[in-house]
Structures are given as C-alpha cells and as structure tokens.
T-cell receptor, first 107, second 118 residues
Framework: SYDLIQPPSVSVSPGQTASITCSGD??????ACWYQQKPGQSPVLIIH???KRPSGIPERFSGSNSGNTATLTISGAQAMDEADYYC??????????FGGGTKVTVL | EVQLVESGGGLAQPGGSLRLSCAAS????????MHWVRQAPGKGLVWVSR????????SYADSVKGRLIISRDNAKNTLYLQLNSLTAEDTAVYFC???????????WGQGTQITVSS
C-alpha cells in the first residue's frame, strides 16, 4: 500500500506563513491534493493537481509537489485557517490514500 | 448546485448490517466515479471504496474488503454502501464523495454517522 506522512501539528502566528509537508514515495510523479476540514464539517478541497486552487479558495493557499514531498503553504495565515489539513495522492493507482492529517493552530 | 446527501446511518449491533445511501443532485450523476470515505471519532480520513461511472467496476480498501459492497443506481442518482459483519472499528462518519475527472474529490456530502455497539 502507498503511505503519505504528514506532521501531526503546525503552529503559525497570524499573518505569518505556515508550510505543511506530505511525504510519499515518488509523490512528485503523482497528483497531490489538499483538503481543509474544520470541526464538525465535511472536508473541502483547497488544492488539486499539485497547485491549482478551486474557485473560491483564497490565494493565500498554494501548493507544490516535487520529489517525495508535496507542500501546502498558507501565506498570511488567518484565524479562520485553523483546521485539519489532509493531503491525498489523487491518483487512481494510489487508491486515493490520505495522509494522516495536520492540525494547524493560528496563535 | 451539486448536492450529496447521505442517509442510513445509526446504531448497529456488532455483527450486524447497515445500508447507507447517498442522493446526488445538481450534476449528471452517471458521468462520475463516486467514493465513500470514512472518519473514525477524532481520527483522520480513510478512503473506503469507489465505483466507476456505470457501476461495473469497484474497489475497496483492504481493511473492508469482503464486508462492504458499493453500488449505484444511475436511474435514481443514488450511491449505496452495504456494510456487513460490523465491528466497533467501523464506527465512523461516512462521507459520500464525487471524484472529478482529474482525480480529486471535489464534492463531499455532510456525512452520516455509524456507531457499532452492543
């Protein structure tokens, strides 16, 4: 099976930049996606195909993917960005596996 | 507006069965692959199963293979998940999810809770 590893938690001060990594074997050869989930809510797609933002997702969210690591960057973090973030190998050969999730705290 | 509305969750006995449904609207259901993803209390997202657009091909996570059956009725715009031989490890919120053509999960339902307990 294919595994994706994320740090359990990341802290960031308001207005600063947070980076969340997602590591997997040759992940850069696949398409990486990112989802945001706030407590009690369903996940929301925030990045697909490594770096594309769906309509309505703020520009402060950006993504990259190379080698074995995909990265989600939140530039100018806001209190509303506190949430759990999950990466995914959006690739049918990887059986849509998710990373373990990263809790982002803005304080 | 795309909507995915799950139903059928609830309390189930160990060893029992449940059938989840997901009513889809706002898009041409028969064009899209569909998935179930679950989330145990306080835990992360886990992909469970998927079905292709016409229902002829399915796949499952190893942890549920042989106990869960995914299906769809394109005439009714509905996705199903039959869960058998339930154990406490199946306790989770189950999300119905649409896969976009590029492979990402672009729409999620609100989820339905299954609790397996005697």
């Amino acid at each position: 099976s294919y595994d994706l590893i994320q740090p359990p938690s990341v802290s960031v001060s308001p207005g600063q930049t947070a980076s969340i990594t997602c590591s997997g074997d040759k992940l850069g050869d696949k398409s990486a996606c990112w989802y945001q989930q706030k407590p009690g809510q369903s996940p929301v797609l925030i990045i697909h195909e490594d770096k594309k933002r769906p309509s309505g997702i703020p520009e402060r969210f950006s993504g990259s993917n190379s080698g074995n690591t995909a990265t989600l960057t939140i530039s100018g973090a806001q209190a509303m960005d506190e949430a759990d973030y999950y990466c995914q190998a959006c690739d049918r050969s990887s059986l849509w596996v998710f990373g373990g999730g990263t809790k982002v705290t803005v304080l | 507006e795309v909507q995915l509305v799950e139903s059928g969750g609830g309390l189930a006995q160990p060893g029992g069965s449940l059938r989840l449904s997901c009513a889809a609207s706002g898009f041409t259901f028969s064009f899209f692959w569909m998935h179930w993803v679950r989330q145990a209390p306080g835990k992360g997202l886990v992909w469970v199963s998927r079905v292709n657009s016409d229902g002829t091909d399915t796949s499952y996570a190893d942890s549920v293979k042989g106990r869960l059956i995914i299906s769809r009725d394109n005439a009714k715009n509905t996705l199903y998940l039959q869960l058998n031989s339930l154990t406490a490890e199946d306790t989770a919120v189950y999300f119905c999810v649409r896969e976009a053509f590029q492979g990402h999960f672009d729409y999620w339902g609100q989820g339905t809770q299954i609790t397996v307990s005697s």
